[in-house]
């Protein structure tokens, strides 16, 4: 699975992402978000409930 659409935003410091979750039968109880932004260093990991 994998979603058909990302929106990726942003305000101030804070990211906002949307994206149309899994179906529930693939019973995902987290979901991760990797990231950087262009004056950070290395990638970040964010965990994320449905």
């Given at each position: 699975?994998?979603?058909k659409t990302?929106?990726?935003?942003?305000?101030?410091?804070?990211?906002?992402?949307?994206?149309?979750?899994?179906?529930?039968?693939?019973g995902f109880?987290?979901?991760?978000?990797?990231?950087?932004?262009?004056q950070d260093?290395?990638?970040?990991?964010?965990?994320?409930?449905?």
């Amino acid at each position: 699975w994998k979603p058909k659409t990302m929106n990726v935003s942003q305000l101030g410091s804070n990211l906002h992402v949307v994206f149309e979750q899994a179906p529930s039968s693939f019973g995902f109880a987290l979901y991760y978000l990797y990231y950087k932004l262009r004056q950070d260093g290395p990638f970040k990991l964010q965990r994320c409930k449905p």
